[in-house]
């Protein structure tokens, strides 16, 4: 069974702070994504990694970065937090199909 | 652009009402077609993956087809537990790398 596992399903930070998201798959996949998912706006692209220590851009990168220091692993971090990266993030992995994992609902305050 | 539009946006059905969910995309060539289904304040759960004119796929109530235009996603008598929202998404040609495009969903609402 396949699975996307991701750090935190809910998370509750301040203005300012660094942030780290988790997503580890155990598909051996080699591409991962980050997105975000908002009311109206649907899933866009933040971030996306077709290899070990390979990064591309998505649709809305700004005020993010991402590490892929192992296959299976891709994190997410939100450098200075703002209230405006409040959000639903969601992490997938593809090798033909793509999967999701459950998705962490951050706050910022 | 590759793009892809779903409609309708809402679709509020009896128990038992069978309908149909449009997916219209527009790409430059077609990989392969995604059906999700997402419940609230959860990931999408990956449901079907169509690649070429013709093909349909089922699971349960859920019938997909498509076209080299659009995919249909067909619920025969759907129940309450059917409700979620749908989205489709493509893969377009231009690499294997290259990320899904996705349309906004359709929220279905299932009423016993």
């Known amino acids: 069974d396949v699975k996307v596992t991701q750090s935190s399903r809910y998370l509750v930070k301040r203005t300012g702070e660094k942030v780290f998201l988790e997503c580890v798959q155990d598909?051996?996949?080699?591409?991962m994504f980050w997105y975000r998912q908002d009311p109206g706006l649907g899933l866009r692209l933040i971030y996306f990694s077709y290899d070990v220590k390979m990064k591309e851009k998505g649709d809305i990168p700004e005020g993010y970065s991402v590490s892929r220091e192992k296959k299976e692993r891709f994190s997410l971090i939100l450098e200075s937090a703002s209230t405006n990266q409040t959000s639903m993030y969601l992490c997938?992995?593809?090798?033909?199909?793509?999967?999701f994992g459950p998705g962490t609902r951050l706050t910022v305050t | 652009e590759d793009q892809v539009t779903q409609s309708p946006e809402a679709l509020r059905l009896q128990e038992g009402e069978s309908s149909s969910l449009n997916c219209s995309y527009t790409v430059s060539g077609l990989r392969g077609l995604f059906w999700y289904r997402q419940d609230p304040g959860k990931g999408p759960e990956f449901l079907f993956t169509?690649?070429?004119a013709g093909e349909e796929k089922e699971k349960e109530r859920l019938k997909a087809t498509l076209t080299k235009k659009e995919s249909f996603l067909h619920i025969t008598a759907p129940k309450p537990e059917d409700s979620a929202t749908y989205l489709c998404a493509v893969h377009a040609a231009g690499g294997g790398n290259t990320p899904l495009v996705f349309g906004k969903g359709t929220r279905l609402s299932v009423i016993a």
């Open positions: 598909m051996d996949h080699e591409n």
């Open positions: 169509l690649y070429s």
């Open positions: 997938a992995s593809r090798d033909g199909e793509q999967y």
